[in-house]
């Protein structure tokens, strides 16, 4: 077991990011329950590689490499190996599945930005992102984490393309969220907003979270918990 972020904040989450809309207790709480559940890897996707079947509703997280994607994984689950594990050398190109629980697939996607990226390389991570993102019924939701010191970026441009062409629901979520002062973080927030309202299938709410001091970690986990299968009925004891 890990430690969760959300035990500190309890249910009313007194770390909510400044201007977010303080969801509904019932929601944190079946955010909190559900993270709560054992996570596991179940399959690494390659660019060679079959797509696992389309068992569980997905949601999966994109970014930048160094946005804090690991980070944040590691947060709403409070399992530090998961995202270690999508940390190792071979497995940082490729797509990493978790199961949580049974009810939901957490699906981390290979980051992109590397100044260092060949054409090559950025042509087999297109590809990759494509097979994956068109077509995929079960994928419910992709959250796209953007740094909230710097905003959106040149680098996240072709991918929000690739999402925009998927035709798919997909939530920005600003990291790092401790570092900016208020003003500079409402500031990036209304500029990410402005961005994407610019891309059609772009959900307009903004969720702002550090993996550092659990900001916005229950709000996150209770957004994603929306899209879970239902829990079964716990049996009498
Ligand atoms: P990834 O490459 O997107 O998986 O990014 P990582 O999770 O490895 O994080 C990249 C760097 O940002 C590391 O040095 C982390 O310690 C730092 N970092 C990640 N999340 C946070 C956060 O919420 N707050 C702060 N201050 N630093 C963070």
């Not at 629980?101 to 100044?115: E, F, I, K």
């Not at 996240?156 to 002062?181: C, F, H, N, V, W």
């Not at 003003?183 to 309202?197: E, F, H, P």
Request: with cysteine; aromatic share 6%; glycine share 10%.
């Amino acid at each position: 077991m890990g430690d969760h972020a959300s035990g500190r904040g309890g249910l009313s989450d007194p770390a909510a990011a400044p201007g977010a809309p303080s969801p509904d207790p019932a929601l944190i709480e079946a955010g909190r329950v559900l993270f709560a559940q054992e996570c596991r890897f179940v399959f690494g996707a390659t660019g060679s590689s079959a797509m696992p079947a389309e068992t569980l509703p997905e949601v999966a997280f994109i970014g930048r490499s160094n946005v804090g994607k690991s980070s944040l994984i590691n947060a709403l689950t409070g399992r530090r190996e998961l995202a270690r594990m999508s940390k190792t050398p071979g497995r940082t190109r490729q797509i990493n599945f978790f199961d949580l629980g049974g009810r939901l697939m957490l699906v981390d996607l290979p980051g992109y930005g590397y100044a260092a990226a060949s054409k090559t390389e950025i042509a087999q991570w297109t590809r990759l992102m494509q097979r994956y993102l068109q077509g995929r019924a079960t994928l419910a939701r992709a959250c796209l984490l953007i740094d909230s010191r710097h905003g959106i970026l040149a680098a996240d441009e072709p991918m929000m393309r690739l999402l925009d062409a998927a035709a798919l629901g997909y939530q920005a979520i600003l990291t790092k969220a401790d570092k900016p002062r208020p003003a500079a973080l409402a500031a990036v927030r209304d500029s990410v907003a402005a961005a994407l309202a610019k891309h059609g299938a772009a959900h307009p709410e903004i969720l702002a979270v550090s993996a550092q001091s659990g900001l916005g970690i229950p709000a996150l986990r209770a957004a994603l918990a929306a899209f879970a299968e239902v829990a079964p009925p716990r049996r009498p004891r």
